[in-house]
């Protein structure tokens, strides 16, 4: 029950003292309340499902249910009611005159009213009565109420698809392969042998998606979640198009996938009065291999040369988490406690041998440790002021190796010793103030300090043919190091004391500096284009604002917008590049500011309960300005420096989404959005880079029908399409992409007996791309049917 | 060929209403008391107000007032359930008459299992998870919820203080290959992943912004030399015929974009 004031606390100690000596510690509250003002108990016998049972629900469970009860007091069942809570015993069996609940709900004892009237209303004196009959007539707690109960619903399903066109894009787009399929759709047994202990094992088993997730869990004890999930991601195998040299985009004629998966388990401590604890355990993979847009070249003629082919990569990446977490609460303050390490281990290889002239294959592999803990405090110090504070720390070792071979050239270059670090240590404190007359205020200041240290070894192998005898090792060395310190405030103002309005403004500041030195040594210039040393002094400023309002002036109309600016100004001071020839990375951008302008407005109209429509509409800006050195190359003028508008993005979205519900039968919705967008860059003078420009299109429409008691009639149809696609032939590959995807599903769903219903939906798939030169083009019909039996 | 196609699908989208329309002739005689389910709808709850939330979910209404989606909040606005916890959870009446019974969670919206609750507001991320390449939410692989925090103080970082530090810590869970420390790192991960990649949903693989070289062209450029303009220098080099190739990534040249151990201009 809630908690009476100290002083009404008091009293009842010192009544209980007193009045223990001659009445038994089990009639102790008596002599708080006028027991004369209670009405009397219900003369007839009580039910208690009848009589009891909707009290308690209706005005009790919502404070003292299983989960988190006030003071500790339950009322969902016999035992926990007779034991009491933090004020102890409430109800005396037999004696209802005495029982504390009664005089709670017979409003008797000053502010421990039950229900308080903030959260429910008073109860009459009829169900006063009940109570208090009910309480004299022994509390009998009627077994068959007590929840005890087991579901059980499993829904297996069997169907096929026939594709007819690029089978690897239906797979890639449709995330499953053609053909039978079937399994298990959706399985659930839940079972609560009692109030406080619940069992659950759910999931679903189709071919190449599986997940099966089982949760314990014991209330006022601990609980065990754990659980397997698979699911594999294909990758259409195509590479590029280029219209004036195939006909066709290449294709691997790979099936190229990734099984991605976790397996985990959690377990934890739930205990009254300690802090919850869990300790879990994580085990991540990825497995297969995907696609790559580096593509390679099908000829060597530099003229008519491009990248086309299709490249993959092998993947074997495997990731064990430990993870401890602990949430307490002492004097006030919320404590959270999160530590996660991570063991890592990744085993790629990426190749293009399979069709171009000039094949390269890229191995890598990397492990490490990386261990992050934070610790949060929270505080609500009083009604209108709440703080936090954070620390994190975290450290990362790992090792790697790296082998590049480029056959035709007769180069392997190999980095067998890699080592890296990475420290970071971050703090953050956070206020919430408010609300004033409507005003909230919620501000928060962040630093960070992050280190990191790069060394590798390698050998560059080059041989001179023939005979390949003649090659000669050359030994280098690679170094990096960084820097960094960061610092951000933030800053947020709420007004809602306007009528039907509330106003908004947000300032977010970040200032940080980096100092970063980059090293490739060797005795000679190798790789063409390798040994240099670089030292960067990098720092950045960003300032985020938006300001905006909601408002709703009428029942049914609502109407929010805001604008931002987000700007990021970074300065790069360098010193002079020491390397041996001109052909290293050179250091010529000097600085980069990013601006953006954001606008967003939404409008909701709800005229009737039948009908509902959101209207949004987004504009985005971008501008990448520059500033750039003079650069020379062999005492040539390469580029004279100066200012330049390097790019610009322009976005406009456009939404719309209706709900309907004509007749009570018919539910409708439909959503649909238009984009358009633009990137232009200052390369654009050259006919190799044509702006990227288009606009995209996605309409999705569904609609429910209830046929009759039995049987609903479902339709739902999804589009999308886009027009990226750039002519620029002449000048290089056309990269931009043009589709028109439909899907149309429709069905039925019929409830065949009472735990039986079956639903059987036929769907239409259809997929052109113009820009791979119809490589990927695809047309699907599917059918599938599916039953569901659910127990009780 | 390519209009008969067409004409085939039209006839085939055509049916649905058809068929429905039919059956709502067939049936309209019928005495029938059952309804169409409206997703995102709880029958016969009604709205309780956030501060009937505040009395059991402590934890999550602490600091909401600071979360960006207390911008929508307000005190005195006429349309039912537009801003607040029920905005995105739903009438609270019946979650709360079940709670003492172990059934509540039947009778209350929760976006972290249900995307759907999300897009219902977010209309152009919905449409986004459409595009051919999308992260898997609305197929049931993930959801929401380890990307965004939506009731903590930055919606655009999952909750729990592991998150609070790294800019890319959202995606580096998930995508660890791509943000592992590299010798040679990209400096535009100090920028964020979303400056190339859309999170939601993109029509270009890899969830690119862009496919093209202007990705990359939009923060590597120089200042052409005069009587130059239709070349295209980058680190003094003249990149014009390799851009013809394909993408900067594409064309063979800086295909290790996230970082390289071997080279700075991200080259394997």
Redesign the interface.
Same mark, same amino acid.
Not at chain 1, 60 to 68: A, N
Not at chain 1, 679 to 684: E, F, I, R, V
Not at chain 1, 703 to 709: A, C, E, I, R
Not at chain 2, 229 to 233: G, I, S
């Given at each position: 029950m809630k908690q009476p004031p100290n002083s009404a606390r008091r009293i009842r100690q010192i009544s209980r003292c007193l009045l223990a000596a001659f009445v038994g510690s089990q009639h102790i509250f008596a002599a708080e309340a006028d027991v004369s003002k209670l009405p009397p108990a219900a003369a007839r016998p009580v039910d208690f499902a009848r009589d009891i049972q909707p009290i308690?629900?209706?005005s009790?469970?919502?404070?003292?249910?299983?989960?988190?009860p006030k003071s500790k007091f339950r009322?969902?069942n016999r035992a926990a009611a007779l034991k009491g809570g933090d004020e102890g015993v409430d109800i005396l069996p037999g004696n209802s005159t005495h029982s504390p609940l009664i005089h709670y709900v017979a409003y008797l004892v000053g502010d421990a009213e039950m229900p308080p009237l903030?959260?429910g209303k008073q109860l009459t004196t009829e169900q006063v009565s009940l109570l208090r009959a009910w309480i004299d007539q022994g509390v009998v707690w009627d077994a068959g109420s007590q929840?005890n109960q087991l579901d059980f619903s499993f829904s297996p399903v069997l169907g096929g698809t026939t594709v007819s066109g690029d089978n690897h894009k239906f797979r890639?787009?449709n995330?499953q392969k053609e053909g039978l399929n079937g399994g298990g759709e959706h399985f659930e047994l839940c079972e609560?042998p009692s109030?406080d202990l619940?069992r659950v094992l759910t999931g679903h088993a189709l071919l190449d998606d599986y997940l099966v997730v089982l949760s314990v869990e014991q209330n006022d004890l601990g609980f065990i979640h754990s659980g397997w999930?698979e699911?594999r991601?294909y990758y259409d195998d195509t590479g590029?198009y280029f219209p004036v040299l195939n006909q066709i985009a290449p294709s691997l004629g790979h099936d190229l996938h990734l099984d991605i998966g976790k397996v985990w388990i959690d377990s934890g401590l739930n205990l009254p009065d300690w802090p919850r604890l869990e300790l879990g355990y994580e085990y991540d993979y990825r497995h297969g291999d995907e696609?790559l847009?580096?593509?390679?070249?099908l000829n060597i003629n530099?003229t008519t040369?491009?990248?086309?082919a299709p490249a993959s990569k092998s993947?074997n990446?495997n990731?064990h988490v430990i993870k401890f977490n602990l949430d307490a609460e002492i004097k006030g303050v919320?404590i959270?406690e999160?530590f996660?390490g991570?063991f890592?281990q990744?085993a790629?290889a990426n190749t293009?041998v399979a069709l171009g002239p000039?094949p390269?294959s890229?191995s890598?592999g990397?492990t490490?440790f990386q261990g992050?803990n934070?610790?949060?405090l929270?505080k609500?110090f009083s009604g209108w002021c709440?703080g936090?504070a954070?620390y994190?720390y975290?450290k990362?070792d790992?090792d790697?190796a790296?082998r590049?071979e480029a056959p035709t050239l007769l180069q392997i270059?190999t980095?067998p010793d890699?080592t890296?670090e990475?420290e970071?240590h971050?703090g953050?404190v956070?206020g919430?103030l408010?609300?004033f007359a409507?005003l909230?205020i919620?501000t928060?200041a962040?630093a960070?300090w992050t280190r990191?240290r790069?060394?590798?070894t390698?050998i560059f192998e080059q041989a001179n043919p023939p005979p390949a005898l003649n090659n000669f090792p050359v030994p280098f060395n690679?170094?990096?190091d960084?820097d960094e310190t960061s610092v951000q405030e933030s800053l947020?103002v709420?007004y809602?004391?306007i009528?039907?309005?509330?106003l908004?403004a947000e300032a977010r500041l970040e200032q940080?500096n980096?100092a970063q030195s980059?090293q490739?040594a060797a005795a000679q210039d190798i790789?063409g284009?390798?040994v240099?040393l670089?030292h960067t002094a990098?720092s950045?400023e960003l300032s985020d604002f938006r300001f905006?309002f909601?408002?709703?002036?009428? $029942?049914?109309?609502?109407f929010?917008a805001?604008y931002r600016r987000h700007e990021?100004d970074s300065q790069y001071a360098s010193d002079p590049l020491v390397q041996p020839t001109?052909t290293a990375?050179?250091t010529?951008i000097r600085s980069?500011d990013?601006i953006t302008d954001e606008i967003e407005a939404?409008l909701?109209l709800?005229p009737s309960a039948r009908f509902k429509t959101?209207l949004?509409y987004?504009y985005h800006t971008t501008e990448?300005n520059?500033a750039?050195s003079p650069?020379l190359?062999f005492g040539n003028?390469?580029?004279?420096?100066?200012q330049?508008l390097?790019?610009e993005?322009q976005a406009q979205?456009f939404?719309?989404?209706l709900?309907l519900?004509p007749?009570? $039968?018919?539910?409708l919705?439909a959503?649909l959005?238009y984009?358009t967008s633009t990137?232009?860059?200052?390369?654009?003078?050259?006919?190799?880079?044509v702006?990227?420009r288009g606009d995209?299109y996605?309409v999705?429409v569904d609609?429910?029908?209830?046929?009759?008691?039995t049987t609903?009639?479902f339709?739902s149809?999804?589009f999308?399409a886009?027009n990226?696609g750039?002519n620029n032939f002449a000048?290089?590959?056309p990269?931009?992409?043009q589709?028109q995807?439909?899907g149309?599903q429709?069905g039925l769903s019929r409830k065949l007996r009472k735990n039986i219903s079956a639903k059987l939906q036929y769907r239409?798939d259809?997929y052109n791309e113009p820009s791979s030169g119809g490589a990927d083009n695809y047309?699907a019909h599917a059918i599938f049917g599916l039953l569901t039996f659910q127990f009780p | 060929m390519r209009r008969s196609?067409i004409a085939r699908?039209g006839s085939?989208?055509g049916?649905?209403?058809v068929?429905?329309a039919g059956?709502?002739l067939l049936?309209s005689c019928?005495t029938?008391d059952?309804?169409?389910?409206?997703?995102l709808q709880i029958e016969g709850a009604s709205y309780v107000g956030d501060?009937?939330c505040a009395?059991?979910h402590v934890?999550l209404t602490?600091?909401f007032?600071?979360s960006p989606h207390?911008?929508?909040?307000?005190?005195?606005?006429?349309?039912?359930g537009?801003?607040g916890c029920e905005a995105c959870h739903g009438p609270g009446s019946k979650h709360?008459?079940e709670?003492?019974?172990?059934g509540a969670d039947k009778f209350i919206l929760n976006p972290g299992k249900d995307p759907q609750v999300c897009c219902?507001?977010h209309?152009?991320t919905?449409?986004e998870f459409?595009?051919?390449q999308h992260h898997?939410v609305l197929?049931g692989?993930m959801n929401c919820v380890p990307c965004h925090d939506p009731h903590g103080?930055d919606i655009l970082k999952p909750a729990?203080?592991?998150a609070?530090?790294?800019l890319n810590e959202t995606c580096a869970p998930c995508h660890?290959?791509q943000t592992?420390?590299?010798?040679?790192?990209h400096?535009a991960l100090?920028?964020g992943c979303t400056v190339c990649h859309r999170p939601h949903g993109s029509?270009?693989?890899?969830m690119?912004?862009?496919?093209?070289?202007?990705?990359c062209?939009?923060?590597?450029?120089?200042?052409?030399?005069?009587g130059a303009?239709?070349?295209?220098?980058i680190?003094?080099r003249d990149h014009?015929?390799s851009?013809?190739?394909?993408?900067c990534?594409?064309?063979?040249c800086h295909?290790a974009v996230h970082g390289s151990?071997?080279?700075?201009?991200l080259?394997?």
């Open positions: 308690l629900e209706t009790c469970l919502r404070c003292h249910g299983p989960e988190h009322l969902d903030e959260k929840t890639e787009l995330s609560q109030p619940k999930q699911y991601k590029g696609a847009t580096e593509w390679s070249t530099r040369a491009r990248n086309l993947i990446e990731v919320a959270e999160r996660r991570e890592y990744l790629a293009n000039l390269q890229a890598e990397t490490y992050a934070t610790l949060r929270e609500k709440f936090s954070g994190l975290s990362l790992a790697s790296f590049l270059t980095v890699i890296l990475k970071s971050v953050n956070n919430l408010g609300p409507g909230v919620s928060g962040q960070e990191q790069g060394l590798g390698g690679l170094a990096s960084y947020a709420r809602a004391q009528p039907f309005a509330s908004f940080q980096i980059d490739f790789l284009k390798a240099f670089q990098f950045s905006g909601s408002t709703s002036p009428w $029942r049914s109309v609502s929010s805001h990021d001109a990375y050179p010529f980069l990013l939404k909701v709800h959101t949004a987004e990448y520059m750039t650069y190359s003028l390469i580029s004279p420096g100066g330049l390097a790019g993005d979205i939404s719309l989404s709900t519900t007749l009570q $039968r018919l539910f919705s959503t959005s984009q990137t232009a860059t200052a390369a654009g003078n050259s006919p190799a880079v702006p990227y995209t996605s999705l609609g429910t029908f209830v046929l009759n008691q609903d009639l339709a149809y999804v999308s886009a990226y750039q000048g290089g590959l990269l931009g992409i589709y995807r439909h149309v429709v239409f259809c047309q | 196609k699908f085939l989208a049916l649905a209403p068929v429905a059956a709502l049936n019928s029938m059952r309804t169409a389910v409206v997703p501060k009937v009395d059991c934890n602490r600091a007032p600071a207390a911008r929508l909040h307000l005190a005195n606005g006429q349309m039912a537009q801003s709360i008459a709670s003492g019974r172990g219902s507001c209309l152009e919905q449409a459409h595009f051919p898997p197929e692989k103080l729990g203080g592991l609070m530090a790294r660890r290959e592992r420390p590299f010798i040679f790192e400096p100090r920028e029509i270009n693989a890899k690119l912004v862009e496919p093209d070289s202007n990705l062209l939009r923060c590597h450029a120089q200042v052409p030399e005069p303009a239709q070349r295209v220098f680190g003094g014009t015929s851009l013809a190739f394909g993408s990534w594409t064309a063979g295909t151990n071997l080279q700075p201009i080259l394997y």
